[in-house]
Nanobody, 124 residues
Framework: QVQLVESGEGLVQAGGSLRLSCAAS????????MGWFRQAPGKEREFVAA????????NYADSVKGRITISRDNAKNTVYLQMNSLKPEDTAIYYC?????????????????WGQGTQVTVSS
């Protein structure tokens, strides 16, 4: 059974940092792109960041560029999201996702496996 399990949730003040992790089990995703999405209360799920299977290519939402970095460790079957200079508008449930392809896609339909989500709250 494939599982993606996010961790690293927390409550931080504006300007602070958090690191989210997503550990995959049930199969290896070393040939698959991985992504992070988020959903704030009352809003649709939106793309945050994606990384290609090799880690050489990444994509970011404009709203997080320069503040958030996605990375992966294929040996550990894990993807990370380092979030710095957090803003209250970053408050959301963050979801990890695994794609069927190797390209760092930005659309949710490109992703077949999803985690349960982890809460990030940024206070002003």
């Amino acid at each position: 059974q494939v599982q993606l399990v996010e961790s690293g949730e927390g409550l931080v003040q504006a300007g602070g940092s958090l690191r989210l992790s997503c550990a995959a089990s049930g199969r290896t995703f070393s040939s698959n792109a991985m992504g992070w999405f988020r959903q704030a209360p009352g809003k649709e799920r939106e793309f945050v960041a994606a990384i290609s299977w090799s880690g050489r290519n990444t994509n970011y939402a404009d709203s997080v560029k320069g503040r958030i970095t996605i990375s992966r460790d294929n040996a550990k079957n894990t993807v990370y999201l380092q979030m710095n200079s957090l803003k209250p508008e970053d408050t959301a449930i963050y979801y990890c996702a695994a794609s069927s392809g190797g390209f760092a896609a930005t659309g949710p339909r490109s992703y077949d496996y999803w985690g349960q989500g982890t809460q990030v709250t940024v206070s002003s």
